[in-house]
């Protein structure tokens, strides 16, 4: 999912520089527009959601976004309660 200041058709290519909060640069991935998602904030400057998805990613890349999901979900785990069912 993307939030975009652009709405893009479905089946539009989009090359991207995909930020992972990882310290490392910015990744190059193409993707498709698989469909538009809605609207994300209202009004003149509105900015919509963007279903995508990647059609080239290196492996090096699919490792950073692994590595940092796997993060993301370790964070939340550790954020529940200690006698709350995981």
């Known amino acids: ?14 090359e991207l520089g995909l ?8 990744a190059d991935v193409r993707a498709e527009v698989i469909r538009d998602a809605g609207r994300a904030t209202p ?4 900015t919509w959601f963007l279903a995508l998805e990647f059609l080239t990613v290196d492996t090096e890349t699919q ?12 964070a ?10 995981r």
């Open 76 to 85: 939340v785990g550790e954020e529940k309660d200690p006698g709350e069912e």
């Open 43 to 46: 009004g003149a400057r509105a």
């Open 19 to 26: 930020e992972i909060p990882d310290g490392e640069p910015a």
């Open 63 to 74: 490792e950073r976004i692994t590595r940092y999901i796997y993060l993301l979900q370790r």
């Open 1 to 14: 999912m993307l939030e975009s200041p652009e709405l893009y058709p479905e089946g539009a290519i989009l």
